[in-house]
């Protein structure tokens, strides 16, 4: 009679560890696409916050701030850290520039591309969100909404 050993032989385990590495080739791609999606969605969603914050400050004002901080723009934003210039937020970089009573611009450029991908994005008092695929986005940039 045989006497049998058990558990997994060699053989067996690195078809198994082949087998797992083949699905992650897949997997991995696929994952960090959705998370510069979602860095994409998340600093379009910041940025109409945003213009919703220079629109409510003009409503109240009847102009636009003259310096964007948080004693300007506090009260006219959920997150208080929103509030300064510029900030740094799920892989995108923000700048709001205020050029006078009735000029404003916010732009939100990736910090990198593995993190926000190579969509640059743009908005200012005309309210119309922009954006452009590898250069800085501007006022003439292909509109979004």
């Given at each position: 009679?045989?006497?049998?050993?058990?558990?997994f032989?060699l053989l067996?385990?690195?078809?198994?560890?082949?087998?797992?590495?083949i699905?992650?080739?897949?997997?991995?791609?696929?994952?960090?696409k959705?998370?510069?999606?979602?860095?994409?969605?998340?600093?379009?969603?910041?940025?109409?916050?945003?213009?919703?914050?220079?629109?409510a400050?003009?409503?109240?004002?009847n102009?636009y701030?003259?310096?964007?901080d948080?004693?300007t723009?506090?009260?006219f934003?959920?997150?208080?850290n929103?509030?300064v210039?510029?900030?740094?937020?799920?892989g995108?970089?923000?700048?709001?520039?205020t050029a006078g009573?009735?000029t404003?611009?916010?732009?939100?450029?990736?910090a990198?591309?593995?993190?926000?991908?190579?969509?640059?994005?743009f908005?200012d008092e005309?309210?119309?969100?922009r954006?452009?695929?590898?250069?800085?986005?501007?006022?003439?940039?292909?509109?979004i909404?």
């Amino acid at each position: 009679m045989r006497n049998r050993q058990k558990g997994f032989t060699l053989l067996e385990l690195l078809i198994v560890v082949a087998i797992i590495m083949i699905l992650a080739t897949f997997a991995v791609p696929y994952a960090v696409k959705q998370r510069i999606q979602a860095n994409q969605a998340s600093a379009v969603n910041d940025l109409r916050v945003l213009r919703d914050a220079m629109e409510a400050y003009r409503a109240d004002h009847n102009r636009y701030p003259a310096s964007f901080d948080r004693n300007t723009m506090g009260a006219f934003l959920s997150n208080p850290n929103m509030a300064v210039s510029p900030f740094t937020r799920r892989g995108y970089i923000f700048n709001i520039s205020t050029a006078g009573r009735d000029t404003w611009h916010a732009t939100a450029e990736p910090a990198s591309p593995r993190s926000g991908g190579t969509r640059y994005y743009f908005v200012d008092e005309s309210n119309l969100l922009r954006w452009n695929d590898g250069a800085a986005a501007t006022a003439t940039s292909e509109p979004i909404e």
